[in-house]
């Protein structure tokens, strides 16, 4: 490539912490804009869409996509920055999986709003007002972007060459990443890169013995031991259907694992995995034993599927 | 969602030694069954992944059955239906969550020698099915699509 090359950093549906994550790789940042021209990037610089929209398609050599798609502005910077990229990285696990953004697909867009604007003990909205997609004001019209029903993942939406997991990804991650690129040795498109090939138990040091759950505790009701395995002690941790690369960071600060990781290699719907490891531990001989047991789990498809609901087999609640 | 002339797509994952054995049986004494119901045998109900039953409901069942072997003592393995009794009352609440409804999903044990009870539960649930309406999961995510919600 002439010059340096040309990267690109973008957040949809997200919280902003995929871009501190790249803040998180320190001093490095400093190599990082010696090494590449950062073209975009919207928490950093001050670019407008219509830049973008000017720019050659595939001008720019990596854009690090992070957030889901939630509305329509993030699709449509979806499919542009698609077309302006030679490689589109879905960075972190709301790009990857739909996260934390993703549980929204358990509502519809009416029961959000609602909840939202009328129904949340701090709102006060007398008119029972909602946002409208355009308004016509003395100064004009104005246009929000429309709210889908459903979250989508970056995938979802338009072809994604490579996906960083992790709510956020792992600072040492997101450097190694970045180095693979800039010496042209990202590997073959559709790889997770930035993590690791097994599950977060594979990386764990908590001593692992004999799995039996008689008591399931959610993380505010017991402090737990520091060096048993989380899961022995009743706690749901999704470790066991979690893709490593973090270093254990949860159970590292005595908290289980919560998926952010993603799926391991071979999982196809990270829920359904995890609801397997996790009734295999029910300490249970009879039917009755074993529904008092798992009737201790609070929100079976949100402590299942807390990261990877839009990326699951079904990807939503029926919509009516 | 009720159309004319749906008819149910149900399928079931049986387990080789007890509730296959019980569905052969019923076919073999000409015992009267739907024709809506599409037998997959497995080894042991404590096969039976639950991605397999998403994954079911996804591809286009209506409804969804897994049985096995009475517990205690009628696992062909020892305790192979142990594992699907710790598994399935979660997937059950978990498919609720999902708006899957709550009749689209029978699970439990029918013995080899309990063939009028695998052709009562499959009538029954054809019959209950067809009250329902098809789920056409596939089809609500691609309507998704089309209307780009």
Same mark, same amino acid.
């Given at each position: 490539?002439?010059?340096?090359?040309?990267?690109?950093? *973008?957040?949809?549906?997200?919280?902003?912490?995929?871009?501190?994550?790249?803040?998180? $790789?320190?001093?490095?940042?400093?190599?990082?804009?010696?090494?590449?021209? #950062?073209?975009?990037?919207?928490?950093?610089?001050?670019?407008?869409?219509?830049?973008?929209?000017?720019?050659?398609?595939?001008?720019?050599?990596?854009?690090? &996509?992070?957030?889901? #798609?939630?509305?329509?502005?993030?699709?449509?910077?979806?499919?542009?920055?698609?077309?302006?990229?030679?490689?589109?990285?879905? *960075?972190? =696990?709301?790009?990857?999986?739909?996260? #934390?953004?993703?549980?929204?697909?358990?509502?519809?867009?009416?029961? #959000?709003?609602?909840?939202?604007?009328?129904? =949340?003990?701090?709102?006060?909205?007398?008119?029972?007002?909602?946002?409208?997609?355009?308004?016509?004001?003395?100064?004009?019209?104005?246009?929000?972007?429309?709210?889908?029903?459903?979250?989508?993942?970056?995938?979802?939406?338009?072809?994604?060459? *490579? &996906?960083?997991?992790?709510?956020?990804?792992?600072?040492?991650?997101?450097?190694?990443?970045?180095?693979?690129?800039?010496?042209?040795?990202?590997? =073959?498109?559709?790889?997770?890169?930035?993590?690791?090939?097994?599950?977060?138990?594979?990386?764990?040091?908590?001593?692992?013995?004999?799995?039996?759950?008689?008591?399931?505790?959610?993380?505010?009701? $017991?402090?737990?031991?520091?060096?048993?395995?989380?899961?022995?002690?009743?706690?749901?941790?999704?470790?066991?259907?979690?893709?490593?690369?973090?270093?254990?960071?949860?159970?590292?600060?005595?908290?289980?694992?919560?998926?952010? *990781?993603?799926?391991?290699?071979?999982?196809?719907?990270?829920?359904?995995?995890?609801?397997?490891?996790?009734? =295999?531990?029910?300490?249970?001989?009879?039917?009755?034993?074993?529904?008092?047991?798992?009737?201790? $789990?609070?929100?079976?498809?949100?402590? &299942?599927?807390?990261?990877?609901?839009?990326?699951?087999?079904?990807?939503?609640?029926?919509?009516? | 969602?009720?159309?004319?002339?749906?008819?149910?797509?149900?399928?079931?994952?049986?387990?080789?030694?007890?509730?296959?054995? @019980?569905?052969?049986?019923?076919?073999?004494?000409?015992?009267?069954?739907?024709?809506?119901?599409?037998?997959?045998?497995?080894?042991?109900?404590?096969?039976?992944?639950?991605?397999?039953?998403?994954?079911?409901?996804?591809?286009?069942?209506?409804?969804?059955?897994?049985?096995?072997?009475?517990?205690?003592?009628?696992?062909?393995?020892?305790?192979?239906?142990?594992?699907?009794?710790?598994?399935?009352?979660?997937?059950?609440?978990?498919?609720?969550?999902?708006?899957?409804?709550?009749?689209?999903?029978?699970?439990?044990? %029918?013995?080899?020698?309990?063939?009028?009870?695998? @052709?009562?539960?499959?009538?029954?649930?054809?019959?209950?099915?067809?009250?329902?309406?098809?789920?056409?999961?596939?089809?609500?995510?691609?309507?998704?699509? %089309?209307?780009?919600?």
């Amino acid at each position: 490539m002439a010059g340096k090359p040309k990267v690109a950093f *973008y957040w949809a549906a997200s919280c902003g912490g995929c871009d501190i994550a790249v803040l998180e $790789i320190r001093e490095k940042l400093l190599d990082l804009a010696q090494a590449v021209d #950062i073209v975009f990037w919207p928490v950093a610089m001050d670019i407008k869409y219509g830049d973008v929209e000017a720019m050659e398609d595939a001008s720019i050599d990596a854009c690090f &996509f992070n957030g889901a #798609i939630r509305n329509e502005e993030n699709e449509h910077l979806a499919r542009l920055l698609r077309a302006k990229s030679k490689t589109l990285v879905a *960075y972190g =696990s709301c790009a990857y999986v739909g996260s #934390i953004p993703g549980l929204g697909n358990l509502s519809d867009r009416q029961e #959000i709003f609602e909840t939202v604007y009328n129904e =949340s003990p701090s709102t006060a909205n007398p008119q029972r007002l909602l946002p409208e997609t355009s308004y016509e004001l003395a100064e004009g019209e104005t246009e929000l972007p429309a709210f889908f029903n459903t979250v989508k993942t970056l995938a979802q939406t338009v072809p994604v060459d *490579y &996906f960083v997991p992790g709510c956020p990804p792992q600072a040492h991650q997101t450097w190694a990443v970045l180095e693979a690129f800039l010496r042209g040795e990202l590997p =073959s498109p559709g790889s997770v890169i930035g993590a690791g090939e097994k599950t977060v138990c594979d990386e764990c040091e908590r001593v692992k013995e004999d799995k039996k759950v008689g008591q399931f505790h959610r993380v505010h009701e $017991i402090i737990p031991d520091e060096k048993k395995c989380l899961l022995e002690q009743g706690i749901v941790c999704a470790g066991p259907a979690t893709r490593s690369g973090c270093g254990a960071l949860c159970p590292t600060a005595n908290l289980p694992c919560r998926g952010c *990781y993603g799926p391991p290699p071979g999982v196809v719907d990270q829920g359904a995995k995890l609801l397997s490891a996790v009734a =295999s531990v029910v300490d249970a001989d009879t039917e009755e034993e074993a529904a008092r047991i798992v009737s201790q $789990i609070a929100d079976p498809i949100g402590t &299942f599927y807390r990261f990877g609901l839009a990326s699951s087999l079904l990807r939503r609640r029926k919509l009516h | 969602m009720e159309e004319k002339g749906f008819e149910p797509r149900i399928v079931a994952f049986l387990c080789n030694w007890c509730t296959y054995a @019980a569905a052969d049986a019923a076919g073999i004494s000409r015992m009267e069954q739907p024709l809506n119901v599409d037998v997959i045998r497995v080894m042991c109900s404590g096969r039976v992944d639950p991605s397999f039953v998403l994954k079911a409901f996804l591809e286009g069942a209506d409804g969804v059955i897994v049985s096995g072997c009475h517990p205690p003592g009628d696992c062909h393995y020892g305790e192979g239906n142990y594992k699907t009794f710790r598994r399935m009352p979660l997937l059950e609440r978990l498919l609720q969550q999902y708006g899957i409804e709550e009749e689209r999903f029978r699970w439990g044990w %029918i013995s080899a020698a309990e063939a009028p009870k695998w @052709a009562q539960l499959t009538r029954k649930m054809t019959e209950r099915i067809r009250e329902l309406g098809p789920l056409d999961w596939r089809g609500r995510l691609e309507q998704m699509e %089309i209307e780009g919600v």
